[in-house]
């Protein structure tokens, strides 16, 4: 039986096998892709198990037969994914995976000779619903999906870590000096020192850095809240500008003002945000 002898797999049952982790929390490019099969079929289980031998970077940590084996394997396996039958002796396979739900970094894939179970496998967010016999490819794509979820979770997690060391850092100004760009390749830092201003545009905000636009599916105000009051003020509902990009600032229609950058952008202002004008004009009284 697969795992057998493998000194760190233990056996759930007569016909279940699991090995605990070596170290769990190593990003997934830092380790195989963990599997748990759970098919109450022997030849399919064997059938699957062939296929993933010869994808790359994987590793068959567990199977099993049965649904309430196969939560004690998980539990103990802490499996990154899990390909399962939707016929199961003792429950049913949406039924187990609606449980599993939140348990798996990279998710479920159910594995059926009926193909009149797709939808409800999508409603418990399943990853996919292979058709027995699994074909290479199709079980192929179903890997490559589920790393690469798993991939982009965990560098999310990651920055998001990352934050908040820089956090920790600039405690006493309660400020990041940084904003985080996410881009299609990946993400880096930008000083908000360079930032020239930030406008809002549907449910984006351009962040307009000197030559270059950058484009985040962002909230303005949550932006906001991580600038420096003392360098950026907002100027309007979809506006803010850095301070010490200020050129001039001229009066406009309706007692509004016009702030005219080093870039020379020109940035409307709005009634709503007259306190901040005030405040940035050094006045008291009404600009």
Not at 49 to 57: A, F, G, K, S
Request: proline residues 5%.
């Amino acid at each position: 039986m697969y795992l057998d002898g493998d000194s760190q797999a233990r056996r759930i049952s007569d016909v279940g096998w699991a090995r605990t982790p070596d170290d769990p929390s190593l990003p997934a490019h830092g380790r195989p892709l963990r599997i748990v099969i759970v098919d109450p079929d022997r030849l399919a289980r064997r059938h699957l198990r062939q296929l993933l031998h010869d994808e790359p970077d994987v590793e068959l940590v567990a199977e099993c037969d049965a649904g309430e084996q196969a939560v004690e394997v998980i539990t103990l396996a802490r499996p990154d994914l899990v390909f399962l039958d939707v016929t199961l002796p003792d429950t049913d396979g949406f039924t187990l995976g609606a449980r599993l739900q939140g348990h798996l970094p990279g998710g479920l894939v159910y594995v059926s000779d009926r193909p009149q179970g797709a939808l409800r496998a999508f409603e418990v967010h399943a990853l996919g619903y292979l058709l027995k016999p699994v074909s290479r490819e199709r079980l192929h794509a179903a890997v490559a999906h589920a790393r690469s979820l798993l991939l982009r979770d965990r560098r999310g997690a990651a920055e998001e870590r990352l934050l908040a060391l820089l956090d920790e850092r600039d405690a006493e100004r309660q400020r990041r000096a940084r904003l985080l760009i996410r881009h299609a390749d990946g993400a880096f830092f930008l000083r908000t020192q360079s930032i020239d201003w930030i406008e809002a545009a549907d449910k984006l905000v351009r962040i307009h850095a000197g030559k270059h636009v950058y484009e985040q599916r962002e909230a303005l105000a949550r932006i906001e809240r991580h600038l420096d009051p003392d360098q950026f003020v907002r100027v309007s509902r979809s506006a803010i500008v850095n301070i010490d990009r200020i050129r001039e600032i001229q009066p406009w229609f309706n007692g509004e003002h016009l702030v005219l950058l080093d870039d020379d952008s020109q940035v409307p202002t709005s009634r709503h945000y007259r306190a901040n004008l005030r405040r940035l004009l050094g006045r008291g009284d009404s600009p």
